[in-house]
């Protein structure tokens, strides 16, 4: 039991695979939705008051949840912390608000440098943590600070203190992307339009859409035996396209996609990306790493069995 009563709005047992697009997982032991800084400052005070471990899901389009929950507080960005703002030839966001509509909305403000965002489900913060990227963009080459909170309190932090690496960056377990800035370029909107067109029209040719997936599972990997190919190559040559165990299935359009085809479990999927890394592992010697995160009491190390 926890010491203090939890603050206005706090749930407990709350059900957290809708909030995901693989909708696979188990419940929260205590959830909220966060709408200010104020809000997020005295959750993250008393989760510490309490012992409990914190985390935060965005749009939940690279999480994967443990059938067992989460336990501790997890957090949702919303109102004043999903926001979008302009600022001359800034884009001021909550680290709740989401990155396509970040990308329209510059596109419309005749704003450039944050297509990329046109096409991941994300929201800022979860860009953020992962460093998420496509087609060239760069999110480090746009983002000029990003507010980190945790029970410490706020700092802003640029892109060379953000620890950025391939998909992923330095922020610990516990500190939140409450806002991030973005410096773009004036452009002409109906220019960074067309782009945001063109962009979504390769994507819908490239990817499955309709389904309940969580994006790219594997990593790209970084080693010479992989021969310069994609972690979706490779599962394509290693027969795993179509592939499927309990109703994960991996993508039929996307080898390197794994789908919940209806009644998948987190469990289920887990087994089928252990036996993807198997298979490419047998074939090619090359070992595939996640990108999709972990939430809640989920043995990690069966991901790398
Ligand atoms: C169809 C599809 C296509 C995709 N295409 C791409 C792509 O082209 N490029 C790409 O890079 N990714 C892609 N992704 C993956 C995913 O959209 C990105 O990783 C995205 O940045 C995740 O953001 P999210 O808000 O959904 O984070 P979540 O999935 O909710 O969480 C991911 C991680 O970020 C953490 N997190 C979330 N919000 C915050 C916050 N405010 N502060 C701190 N940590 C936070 C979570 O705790 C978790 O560890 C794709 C996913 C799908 C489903």
């Avoid at 782009?195 to 979504?200: P, V």
Wanted: overall charge neutral; some cysteine; proline content about 5%.
């Amino acid at each position: 039991m926890t010491a203090s009563p939890p603050p206005a709005g706090v749930e407990h047992d709350f059900p957290l695979a809708r909030l995901t697009t693989l909708r696979t997982g188990g419940s929260a032991e205590f959830f909220a939705r966060v709408n200010d800084s104020e809000a997020l400052a005295e959750l993250l005070a008393w989760a510490r008051a309490a012992g409990l471990a914190v985390g935060v899901v965005g749009s939940g389009s690279n999480l994967l949840v443990a059938d067992a929950g989460v336990r501790g507080l997890v957090l949702k960005l919303e109102r004043d912390l999903a926001k979008i703002e302009r600022d001359g030839a800034r884009l001021r966001c909550g680290g709740g608000a989401r990155l396509p509509q970040a990308a329209a909305r510059a596109a419309r403000e005749g704003l450039s440098g944050l297509e990329f965002g046109v096409n991941i489900p994300g929201t800022v913060g979860g860009a953020v943590r992962m460093n998420a990227n496509a087609y060239g963009g760069d999110l480090s080459r746009v983002l000029e600070w990003a507010e980190v909170t945790s029970a410490e309190g706020s700092e802003r932090r640029e892109p060379s203190e953000l620890g950025f690496a391939y998909r992923r960056s330095g922020l610990g377990p516990e500190e939140i992307v409450a806002g991030a800035s973005f410096a773009l370029q004036p452009a002409e909107p109906e220019a960074v339009k067309r782009t945001l067109a063109d962009m979504r029209a390769r994507r819908h040719a490239a990817q499955p859409s309709g389904i309940k997936t969580f994006g790219s599972t594997f990593k790209n990997p970084d080693d010479p035996r992989a021969e310069g190919r994609t972690a979706g190559l490779l599962l394509d040559a290693a027969g795993c396209r179509g592939l499927e165990l309990g109703g994960a299935r991996f993508s039929v359009k996307h080898a390197n996609f794994v789908e919940n085809t209806g009644e998948a479990t987190t469990a289920a999927v887990i087994a089928l990306m252990s036996e993807g890394r198997r298979r490419v592992r047998e074939r090619f010697g090359v070992e595939l790493e996640p990108e999709v995160q972990l939430l809640g009491d989920l043995d990690a190390a069966e991901l790398y069995a």
